[in-house]
T-cell receptor, first 117, second 112 residues
Framework: GAVVSQHPSRVICKSGTSVKIECRSL??????MFWYRQFPKQSLMLMAT?????????EQGVEKDKFLINHASLTLSTLTVTSAHPEDSSFYIC?????????????FGSGTRLTVV | AQSVTQLDSQVPVFEEAPVELRCNYS??????LFWYVQYPNQGLQLLLK??????LVKGINGFEAEFNKSQTSFHLRKPSVHISDTAEYFC??????????FGRGTSLIVHP
């Protein structure tokens, strides 16, 4: 079945530094990838949608310059949290779909726990 | 636009008892419906999905859900739960767009 690998699973960084999170589709080509943020005991909040080879579409209220998304290939999307602050600490999850029109087969990564100290 | 309501934020149940997690949706168009499970510090895993056809959908881990168009519901059920079923469960809907809408989640707590 479709597998999405997300790395790292946990990261601790100092305030002011940048952190990159990778999301890879291992056995399929992902035309579209999604990045979510999840606060404790809450649902997923969609941050942005990225299509291979084009700029990401950010949801309202999400800072484009802070959360840089790159979808350079059909199997890799990256989220870079720039100049991280403690309030950016959260659980980040990516999701990928192969084809928007068939079976809506969304596959999720295992998530990244970011802690900014 | 669609919305998804999970009526219960937390459902405690004893092991081997049956459980139902409720999900209602609203949409002006036909929807596809999903249930996902999330274990602590992990991503979401698809339990089952309804795209069309039979309204009773069977998924992994012994879960099933029934699509009820008249009541706009897609409740998740399991006849006998295990301790290992303790997790967060999310209902999601997809309609008119390829971006799913998630409910707020229901925490299933299985007690021994």
């Amino acid at each position: 079945g479709a597998v999405v690998s997300q790395h790292p699973s946990r990261v601790i960084c100092k305030s002011g530094t940048s952190v990159k999170i990778e999301c890879r589709s291992l056995d399929f080509q992902a035309t579209t990838m999604f990045w979510y943020r999840q606060f404790p005991k809450q649902s997923l909040m969609l941050m942005a949608t990225s299509n291979e080879g084009s700029k990401a579409t950010y949801e309202q209220g999400v800072e484009k310059d802070k959360f840089l998304i790159n979808h350079a290939s059909l199997t890799l999307s990256t989220l870079t949290v720039t100049s991280a602050h403690p309030e950016d600490s959260s659980f980040y999850i990516c999701s990928a779909i192969m084809d928007r029109t068939t079976n809506y087969g969304y596959t999720f990564g295992s998530g990244t726990r970011l802690t900014v100290v | 636009a669609q919305s998804v309501t999970q009526l219960d934020s937390q459902v405690p149940v004893f092991e081997e008892a049956p459980v139902e997690l409720r999900c209602n949706y609203s949409s002006s168009v036909s929807v596809y419906l999903f249930w996902y499970v999330q274990y602590p510090n992990q991503g979401l895993q698809l339990l089952l999905k309804y795209l069309s056809g039979s309204t009773l959908v069977k998924g992994i881990n012994g879960f099933e859900a029934e699509f009820n168009k008249s009541q706009t519901s897609f409740h998740l059920r399991k006849p006998s739960v295990h301790i290992s079923d303790t997790a967060e469960y999310f209902c999601a809907a997809l309609g008119g767009s390829y971006i799913p809408t998630f409910g707020r989640g229901t925490s299933l707590i299985v007690h021994p």
